[in-house]
């Protein structure tokens, strides 16, 4: 089991431990709630949140362990980015089969035009098209790396 854990992708582990922090300080939280305040009610929802947080991150692990997913990788051709505060919203990326857009969730700095970026998404991820592109909107991780 070792062996399998040690091949799921650093992208993808980095977000299983991100989950599992997340899920952790939730724990730690309902727990101070439970103790400060005496009502479990109350620390419901953080309890709710930690259960739901860690078993997304064991599912996550488990899928990178067994090898339920899947690494499109290609140049970044375009990056859209918002109007008003010039965020980055979409980065469309140049693969095999055509381009692909992917929204970006989090803010970063160092997407641009030329980056070769990998996307670890699920097997199951559905890819729909608009306009001659292809779009996914659920993926587990992305990395990037420059080739200059």
């Given at each position: ?117 990998n996307i670890y998404m699920s ?26």
């Amino acid at each position: 089991m070792k062996g399998k854990l040690r091949s799921v992708p650093k992208p993808m582990m980095t977000q299983v431990w991100m989950r599992f922090l997340i899920g952790g300080l939730s724990f730690i939280l309902a727990v101070l709630i439970l103790v400060i305040a005496k009502d479990f009610v109350l620390s419901l929802p953080c309890w709710m949140l930690a259960l739901f947080i860690v078993l997304n991150g064991c599912i996550l692990l488990y899928n990178g362990a067994i090898g339920s997913y899947v690494v499109v990788n290609g140049p970044c051709v375009e990056v859209e980015r918002s109007r008003l505060l010039k965020r980055i919203k979409a980065v469309i990326i140049q693969t095999d089969k055509g381009k692909l857009k992917i929204p970006i969730r989090k803010k970063s700095k160092r997407i641009y035009e030329g980056v070769d970026i990998n996307i670890y998404m699920s097997a199951k991820s559905r890819i729909y098209t608009k306009d001659n592109l292809m779009i996914v909107f659920e993926y587990y991780a992305i990395s990037l790396f420059s080739t200059k």
